[in-house]
């Protein structure tokens, strides 16, 4: 068992950047592959970011690469997405989470353990 408990998100001008962080309890860290998601209003939640135990492998979607970059802290046992030139469709709720192994990453049911969101408002 894992909890999941997202900071860092806020109200941003289109350009801008944010830092979110995910702090996970629990002794194996390290063993989790974690995941940015994000959820706007009346639409699905959508995968972001992800990234493997050993901070080895990071994966993106494409309307966030270039721009978003995830890295993990594992003695910290926290994941971060910090998100540059942010544009007002980057705007929604964004969810961390945690699972065993890298199958179905960008797909949200494969994930075990979702924090709670914090909300990314960005301006035009």
């Known amino acids: 068992q894992v909890q999941l408990v997202e900071s860092g998100g806020g109200l941003v001008q289109a350009g801008g950047s944010l830092r979110l962080s995910c702090a996970a309890s629990g002794r194996t860290f390290s063993a989790y592959f974690m995941g940015w998601f994000r959820q706007a209003p009346g639409k699905e939640r959508e995968f972001v970011s992800a990234i493997t135990g050993s901070a080895g492998n990071t994966y993106y979607a494409d309307s966030v690469k270039g721009r978003f970059t995830i890295s993990r802290d594992n003695a910290k046992n926290t994941v971060y997405l910090q998100m540059n030139s942010l544009k007002p469709e980057d705007t929604a709720v964004y969810y961390c989470?945690?699972?065993?192994?890298?199958?179905?990453?960008?797909?949200?049911?494969?994930?075990?353990?979702w924090g709670q969101g914090t909300q990314v408002t960005v301006s035009s």
């Open positions: 989470s945690a699972k065993y192994g890298s199958i179905g990453y960008g797909s949200a049911p494969s994930y075990d353990y």
